[in-house]
C-alpha cells in the first residue's frame, strides 16, 4: 500500500477588517516569503457581520472548510500550490450545515456567565 506524502504546511493567517464603523469582514491571507515577511489576500467575506466576534467565527469557518483534514492542517498539493477556489469552500460549508438536522444550541457558560467558545475549534476550559 503505498503512502500519499503530504505537502508542505500552509501558513494562512484569519485577520478582521473594518471598511466602515460597524461592519466587520473576515480575510484569509496567506505568507509569502519569510525574508520579507507579506501575506497575501485571497478569500473575503462577501458580507460584513455586526460583530468582531461574528465575523473571527465565519472567518475560521471558512478556514476550516477549505481543509480537508483538520488534525494535519491545510497542506500544499505542490511546492507552488495555487489558493483554493472561495466558491469550493464556501459550496462545502453550505453542505455541511444543510446536513446538519438539528439547530445548534448555545454553548456552555462558565461560573461567570460567559459563553466558553473558541470559534469553530471547539470549547475552552
Do not use: C
Not at 444543510?98 to 473558541?118: C, M, V
Amino acid at each position: 500500500m503505498a503512502v500519499k506524502k503530504q505537502g508542505a504546511l500552509r501558513q494562512i493567517s484569519v485577520h478582521i477588517e473594518e471598511p466602515k464603523s460597524g461592519a466587520f469582514e473576515w480575510v484569509l491571507s496567506e505568507a509569502g516569503d519569510p525574508d520579507v515577511g507579506t501575506w497575501t489576500p485571497f478569500q473575503r467575506a462577501r458580507r460584513p457581520a455586526n460583530t468582531y466576534k461574528a465575523a473571527m467565527a465565519d472567518g475560521l469557518v471558512a478556514l476550516e472548510s477549505m481543509i480537508d483534514d483538520l488534525d494535519n492542517g491545510p497542506r500544499s498539493s505542490t511546492s507552488h500550490d495555487t489558493h483554493p477556489e472561495p466558491d469550493r469552500a464556501m459550496k462545502r460549508e453550505r453542505a455541511k450545515r444543510g446536513a446538519q438536522a438539528t439547530p445548534s444550541k448555545d454553548p456552555p457558560e462558565d461560573s461567570a456567565g460567559r459563553n466558553r467558545t473558541a470559534f469553530g475549534f471547539g470549547l475552552m476550559p
